[in-house]
């Protein structure tokens, strides 16, 4: 069982920078790909990016490619989004995810492809 906990949340101005992280135990991080996904109010949960077990592959939603950038350190089960240049429309409850590898690569940028979930994090983007 995998049990996953996100921080870094919080208010930021639009255009700021924000880092999450994603810390996961119960497992050994480096048999699982990850990914990130947000869910805003009155809005379905959606894919924000993706990456395989050992960080070589990753994946992003065309609304946050070229400003967010996903990352991994399995030495210290974590994954990261480095969130740049964000707007607005970034507002939502940020969710990590996991999977076992070879799951993941069936599908890395569905939700319905992840067993497992953390509690969330608010990011807020103020205008």
């Known amino acids: 069982q995998v049990q996953l906990v996100e921080s870094g949340g919080g208010l930021v101005q639009a255009g700021g920078s924000l880092s999450l992280s994603c810390v996961s135990s119960g497992a050994d991080s480096s048999d699982y790909g990850m990914g990130w996904f947000r869910q805003a109010p009155g809005k379905e949960r959606e894919f924000v990016a993706s990456i395989n077990n050992n960080g070589a592959t990753t994946y992003y939603s065309d609304s946050v490619k070229g400003r967010f950038t996903i990352s991994r350190d399995n030495t210290k089960n974590t994954m990261y989004l480095l969130m740049s240049n964000v707007k607005p429309q970034d507002t939502a409850v940020y969710y990590c995810?996991?999977?076992?590898?070879?799951?993941?690569?069936?599908?890395?940028?569905?939700?319905?492809?992840?067993?497992?979930w953390g509690q969330g994090t608010q990011v807020t983007v103020s205008s």
């Open positions: 995810a996991a999977v076992y590898s070879d799951t993941w690569w069936r599908g890395p940028t569905g939700k319905s492809g992840y067993d497992y």
